[in-house]
């Protein structure tokens, strides 16, 4: 089932997000609703909070742009309870980001270039690996929704007070988009 994504304005969004264990109601069927979602909304990555459920998880789909990264072929990987457990400071880079979440804004974002995270995958397997490149720089992105917050936040100065009208409209539904979305009302 294809979920409309909750858009800036929605609380959910500003929330920090819950962790949660195998026994969390209807797991399987969120995952997958997720993964439907993301596909017809045509983005490469989605946190629970966008659909309105406020649980640590989020899925990647770094696949469909393997056309330009061959190295994510295949790419696709859900993540429960993730945390970014160090950011290595040495390196950043800068590149624009968008997100589902925020329809029409596109920003460029310094983010830390190789992180370590952990997590869960779908089996409760335990993960702990250092990622880098663009996979880190979208791990960076989702993680974030997980502890309320946006890739706006990360702007500073002008760029920032430049975005501040387009996300006034997003918050009062002045924006169109080509998916389902909740809006706050
Ligand atoms: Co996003």
């Given at each position: 089932m294809i979920l409309p994504i909750y858009t800036y304005g929605q609380p959910v969004l500003r929330q920090e997000a819950e962790e949660i264990d195998?026994?969390?109601?209807k797991l399987d069927q969120l995952i997958k609703d997720m993964y439907e979602t993301l596909e017809r909304s045509e983005g490469i990555g989605l946190a629970a909070p966008q659909v309105g459920v406020p649980i640590r998880l989020a899925i990647i789909n770094l696949d469909v742009i393997s056309e330009d990264l061959?190295?994510?072929?295949?790419y696709v990987r859900t993540f429960i309870n993730?945390?970014?457990?160090?950011?290595?400071?040495t390196e950043t880079d800068i590149m624009e980001e968008g997100c589902l979440s925020l329809p029409g804004i596109h920003e460029k974002v310094k983010r830390a270039k190789r992180i370590r995270v952990t997590y869960q995958d779908e089996q409760f397997e335990e993960h702990d690996e250092w990622v880098e490149g663009y996979l880190a720089r979208v791990m960076q992105h989702e993680f974030d929704h997980l502890d309320?917050?946006?890739?706006?936040?990360h702007l500073k100065g002008l760029r920032r007070q430049l975005t501040k009208s387009k996300l006034q409209d997003i918050r009062q539904g002045n924006f169109s988009c080509n998916y389902k979305v909740k809006v706050k009302r």
């Open positions: 195998k026994d969390y109601p061959p190295e994510y072929k295949g993730p945390f970014i457990e160090e950011y290595d400071e309320g917050v946006v890739f706006t936040d």
